[in-house]
């Protein structure tokens, strides 16, 4: 006697969440929390440090680099529609568009810290409004790339001709951790660069 | 026991053991020890780490590992029995003996008729020992506020016994949403006291209450309790309770609804859920 | 054939291989991904710092027996009262959680692994590494005066103190750092439950369906996906302040000590409740096996621990009432503390409604589960009292304190832990524990438990502050600090009891078979060890007691649920 003999078949199909797109999920809500209290902590102590300088004297609104992370959100989503529907020039012509537009953020970033540090002096440990930034804007730069990272390795095995249309559930779930590094700028960007300032 | 003839088969698909988690969880650890030793440590953690990324992405894709694992068909036969296959049902009882009461209530517009009735026999008379006591209407409405505004209590008299706007309209709050919320406890508990409705509620009630107050006030609010006379205050509570008593005992009572059906209390009207369909009709 | 022989003719193809040596058999568990080996290396793994962290309670205790004792040195007696909280949530608590997780969710919803095989072992080793990298602070660093660099300050390491001026070396980095380590491996295991108890359902098996073990592991691991994240972000700062100088908990540069506190607490309060929601889950799977009765009131149960949940995460200053904050978050605070105690009222009524009218046996799994009850709810009303602003201004960091949250731990939690043992090790073993060494165990237990917990209130009510070092004779402490001492060795003797208990029967203890309970959940439909597969056929279940049904199949749950 086995069990499911002894009892009625299901009446409906079984289908369950995909478990990559849960997990991604799952730890994207646990990514959130990390970057809710270092968004908290950079909002309690604006203006509250005790020596220059502020943001208001050093930030530059970085608008072109926000503006390629944005729109690399919608050539991962083109890549991952194409790849299903097994396109493979357009897919690694989208995929390597993302790979670029992410890594011209990052390059961003760069500059805009080196500007920082040798030109107006600000380091983690200037004043408070050092601290905060650097950490709550580096922890969202080694998000992306973190995600960079995954993105280089996909666009080799791409361009090797190893990246076929069952992967698609692979890159999907990859395509929402993008997604959500994409997400948090919205909220760093807001915060340290329209509150902030 | 005989294993089952029709088994699909006999072998399960299981992920095979890897090492590279380990190693991986190691050189991680590496890297931060590093932060607490030496940074040779951190640079091996390092290459661990290194090593345990490629492993383990090698073991996954491009499909992942997988052993086959026996499966015979005996581990699957034990049968699912019990030694004490007899089932007892609980007895739900639907129609023993319950005692309901009250069978009859007030109306909620009772409850809040008495409150409103008794609040003004309490302002009224309240007032009447500002005139009296202090020469002024003011008091005890600005003492009333005082519950909100702590700070009114350490000033001195003449601001209490002067008109503040703010505080008249914060005492009429407080002493109106009083006044409705008592009335309406005292609609739900008058019928629940056998006799003399009105001494019970409208008498011992108040006067239980202004000592619960008297003995810990001096501890909770001592600036308040010191500008409280006490008589007064007595005298003010009965009348609320004497007249909202009065209010409410003179409403008409209704039947309680804990009779009906469970369907019916909890909103639900469809044919045929009433047993009771005529009464509910006469209700109406 | 009797089923008990079951899982040796299970094996019969492999009885002519020679056993193993001990570095293959090390091998074998260094490498796998078998949920099941790596459950039960989470649980000997807590059960051996449970050991450990039972030592370092012991010397804090025989240092506080006596006013003016000299046991240790106030350095040692700081780092033991550190290790000590922090080996017994991180090290002990959450493993032993997460074993039991890993070993029965998948079990009780009809998978044959969790959903990430590979992470889960390397979440455990993380786990892990992450405690020896604790305990090497023991040995190695280059800590004050070179006396080795155990952390000494708290298990939740308050600011300022932590800041480099005030702890030298690397003494508070271990501290850091090792949790840091393992809270990436919690991270790691909470999404691997979700997924799995999400994704790896057996037929039939809808979220109504589920075991409330395996509800209330899904609603923990949700949880930890809120909370462990804040400490890691918390821990980062400090990591940033010790080692970049950076300023976010440095209070000479405009910097706040208190945030640290609500950041630690933001993680810190709904730990508890992330400890104490799985052992609700073996107390929901214990009284009803043990009352003949379904649980009672299931969906009731599923929502109350869902609004704990979510309740819990708006709680977490209550530990800090004392540091003074404005009326409206006393306030606040006050209102969602006391509101968290109702849907766990509710959960204690649906236990005592499962056993009323029921046909109690008294096994050993179900006295440990009536102890936990009785303790728990004294926990929580002297919770309610710390719950209440004023009451905590006057009893706050004294051992009244202390007593509660113990209560909660040991009397609860423990409590609860050594039942789902009790109950669960004849599935994991396929040995029955020994009964006679087991009522010693729990009669021992309580004894040692009442005495020291219970006494350990009055002394926090006469006014004594929790981690001194020492105290004066005649405060009116020091009768109180022996009982409590005295207590302690009873409970020593009682789990190291059950530590032979648990070897003995294991090589000589009597065969289990696949049901000893006459239980009702997937578990226990294979076999005693489960074998690698756990279901060589995943099963189909119609209703919330699938074995109920296969027991009872004239009378199945499913013509009612």
């Given at each position: 006697m086995t069990l499911p003999q002894t009892m009625p078949a299901a009446p409906e199909a079984w289908t369950l969440p995909s478990k990559g797109r849960v997990a991604m999920f799952s730890f994207i809500v646990a990514e959130t929390s990390i970057f809710t209290i270092f968004v908290v902590a950079y909002l309690f102590y604006l203006g509250k440090s005790l020596s220059g300088p502020t943001p208001r004297q050093v930030l530059e609104v970085p608008i072109f680099s926000t503006i390629c992370l944005l729109s690399s959100s919608i050539t991962i989503h083109l890549a991952v529609h194409y790849l299903r529907q097994a396109k493979y020039a357009a897919f690694k012509l989208a995929w390597f568009l993302t790979f670029a537009l992410g890594a011209i953020f990052l390059i961003g970033t760069g500059i805009e810290w080196n500007k920082l540090i040798t030109v107006d002096g600000l380091t983690i440990s200037t004043n408070l409004f050092g601290t905060t930034y650097y950490s709550l804007v580096g922890l969202h730069a080694s998000h992306v790339t973190g995600g960079l990272i995954a993105l280089g390795i996909v666009l080799a095995l791409a361009l090797a001709g190893k990246v076929n249309e069952k992967h698609e559930h692979h890159l999907d779930v990859l395509s929402l951790y993008w997604h959500f590094v994409d997400a948090v700028w919205v909220v760093v960007f807001t915060v340290v660069y329209v509150i902030g300032r | 026991m005989r294993p089952h003839e029709t088994h699909p088969k006999d072998q399960v698909e299981l992920p095979a053991p890897t090492a590279w988690p380990v190693i991986l969880a190691f050189g991680l650890t590496l890297v931060f020890a590093g932060l607490l030793t030496s940074a040779a440590v951190s640079a091996l953690g390092a290459v661990l780490t290194l090593a345990g990324c490629v492993g383990w992405f090698r073991q996954v894709l491009p499909v992942q590992q997988h052993e086959m694992v026996p499966a015979p068909h005996v581990a699957e036969a034990a049968p699912v029995v019990t030694e004490t296959p007899d089932v007892a049902r609980m007895k739900v009882f639907r129609d023993f003996h319950r005692a309901r009461i009250p069978i009859e209530i007030y109306p909620a517009a009772a409850g809040v008729k008495g409150g409103l009735a008794g609040s003004v026999a309490m302002a009224v008379l309240a007032c009447l020992h500002g005139?009296?006591?202090?020469?002024?209407?003011?008091?005890?409405?600005?003492?009333?506020?005082?519950?909100?505004?702590?700070?009114?209590?350490?000033?001195p008299e003449s601001y209490i016994n002067s008109f503040h706007p703010l505080l008249l309209l914060v005492a009429s709050l407080l002493h109106i949403v009083t006044s409705i919320l008592v009335g309406l406890l005292y609609g739900v508990m008058l019928p629940m006291f056998p006799r003399r409705p009105i001494i019970l509620g409208g008498l011992i009630a108040p006067v239980l209450w202004s000592g619960l107050l008297y003995t810990s006030l001096g501890i909770i609010n001592p600036l308040l309790d010191q500008r409280i006379e006490w008589s007064w205050f007595v005298a003010s509570q009965i009348g609320f309770g004497v007249v909202a008593g009065l209010v409410v005992v003179r409403q008409q009572r209704v039947k309680t609804r804990q009779f009906m059906p469970l369907a019916v209390l909890a909103g639900i009207e469809a044919p045929g859920i009433l047993e009771e369909k005529d009464e509910r009709s006469e209700e109406k | 054939m009797s089923s008990e022989s079951l899982p040796i003719s299970g094996l019969a193809g492999l009885e002519t291989k020679p056993r193993p040596t001990w570095i293959e058999v090390l091998h074998e568990w260094?490498?796998?991904?078998?949920?099941?080996?790596?459950?039960?290396?989470?649980?000997?793994?807590?059960?051996?710092?449970?050991?450990?962290?039972?030592?370092?309670?012991?010397?804090?205790?025989?240092?506080?027996?006596?006013?003016?004792?000299?046991?240790?040195?106030?350095?040692?007696?700081?780092?033991?009262?550190?290790?000590?909280?922090?080996?017994?949530?991180?090290?002990?608590?959450?493993?032993?959680?997460?074993?039991?997780?890993?070993?029965?969710?998948?079990?009780?919803?009809?998978?044959?692994?969790?959903?990430?095989?590979?992470?889960?072992?390397?979440?455990?080793?993380?786990?892990?590494?992450g405690g020896l990298l604790l305990y090497f602070s023991f040995l190695g660093g280059d800590g004050l005066y070179g006396a080795g660099s155990t952390p000494d300050v708290g298990w939740w390491a308050y600011a300022p103190l932590t800041s480099v001026a005030f702890s030298r070396g690397h003494s508070t980095d271990y501290w850091t750092i090792s949790l840091l380590v393992s809270g990436f491996g919690t991270i790691g295991t909470a999404v691997n439950i979700v997924a799995t108890v999400l994704s790896m359902r057996c037929p039939g098996m809808t979220l109504g369906k589920m075991p409330l073990l395996v509800w209330l592991n899904l609603v923990m691991s949700g949880m930890l996906l809120f909370t462990i994240t804040p400490l890691t972000a918390a821990q980062l700062m400090l990591m940033i302040d010790r080692y970049m100088g950076g300023h976010f908990f440095d209070t000479q540069a405009g910097g706040s000590a208190a945030i640290w506190m609500h950041f630690f607490w933001i993680f810190g309060h709904p730990e508890v409740y992330v400890l104490i929601i799985p052992c609700f889950a073996f107390v929901s799977e214990i009284v009803p096996v043990f009352s003949r009765k379904p649980?009672?009131?299931?969906?009731?149960?599923?929502?109350?621990?869902?609004?704990?949940?979510?309740?819990?995460?708006?709680?977490?200053?209550?530990?800090?009432?004392?540091?003074?904050?404005?009326?409206?978050?006393?306030?606040?605070?006050?209102?969602?503390?006391?509101?968290?105690?109702?849907?766990?009222?509710?959960?204690?009524?649906?236990?005592?409604?499962?056993?009323?009218?029921?046909?109690?046996?008294?096994?050993?799994?179900?006295?440990?589960?009536?102890?936990?009850?009785?303790?728990?709810?004294?926990?929580?009303?002297?919770?309610?009292?710390?719950?209440?602003?004023?009451?905590?201004?006057?009893?706050?960091?004294?051992?009244?304190?202390?007593?509660?949250?113990?209560?909660?731990?040991?009397?609860?939690?423990?409590?609860?832990?050594?039942?789902?043992?009790?109950?669960?090790?004849?599935?994991?073993?396929?040995?029955?524990?020994?009964?006679?060494?087991?009522?010693?165990?729990?009669?021992?237990?309580?004894?040692?438990?009442?005495?020291?917990?219970?006494?350990?209130?009055?002394?926090?009510?006469?006014?004594?502050?929790?981690?001194?070092?020492?105290?004066?004779?005649?405060?009116?402490?020091?009768?109180?600090?022996l009982i409590v001492t005295i207590g302690v060795f009873f409970q020593a003797v009682a789990v190291l009891m059950f530590v032979f208990n648990m070897i003995h029967s294991y090589f000589r203890g009597r065969v289990a078979g696949n049901d000893p309970w006459d239980a009702w959940t997937l578990e226990w439909a294979t076999s005693s060890p489960p074998p690698e597969y756990n279901f060589a056929v995943i099963p189909e279940v119609k209703s919330r007691r699938p074995l109920w049904d296969l027991k009872h199949p004239e009378d199945p749950d499913w013509k009612y649920e």
């Open positions: - | 005139v009296i006591s202090h020469g002024s209407i003011w008091f005890p409405i600005n003492l009333l506020a005082a519950i909100v505004f702590q700070n009114s209590l350490a000033l | 260094l490498v796998t991904v078998d949920h099941k080996k790596l459950g039960i290396m989470y649980i000997v793994y807590a059960l051996v710092f449970l050991v450990v962290g039972g030592v370092e309670a012991t010397i804090l205790r025989i240092q506080l027996a006596i006013p003016h004792a000299h046991f240790v040195s106030p350095q040692v007696f700081n780092r033991m009262f550190t290790m000590h909280g922090t080996t017994m949530i991180f090290f002990v608590a959450m493993p032993v959680l997460f074993g039991f997780a890993n070993y029965l969710v998948p079990l009780m919803i009809g998978a044959r692994d969790m959903a990430f095989p590979r992470l889960n072992a390397f979440s455990f080793w993380l786990t892990a590494f649980i009672f009131g299931y969906p009731i149960m599923v929502a109350a621990t869902v609004c704990i949940g979510f309740v819990s995460l708006s709680v977490w200053a209550h530990h800090m009432y004392t540091i003074g904050m404005t009326s409206y978050e006393n306030a606040f605070f006050v209102l969602t503390t006391l509101a968290v105690g109702v849907p766990t009222g509710i959960k204690i009524f649906n236990w005592l409604g499962t056993m009323w009218g029921g046909k109690i046996r008294y096994e050993l799994p179900m006295m440990w589960c009536l102890g936990f009850l009785f303790q728990f709810l004294i926990a929580g009303l002297t919770g309610i009292m710390l719950g209440a602003a004023p009451f905590d201004w006057q009893l706050g960091n004294s051992y009244f304190v202390v007593a509660h949250f113990h209560y909660v731990i040991v009397g609860g939690i423990l409590f609860a832990l050594f039942g789902a043992f009790y109950y669960w090790f004849p599935k994991i073993t396929g040995k029955m524990l020994d009964k006679k060494l087991g009522h010693w165990h729990f009669w021992l237990f309580l004894f040692g438990f009442h005495m020291t917990f219970d006494f350990m209130h009055i002394p926090g009510l006469l006014g004594m502050p929790r981690r001194i070092y020492t105290y004066e004779a005649g405060r009116g402490w020091a009768i109180w600090n």
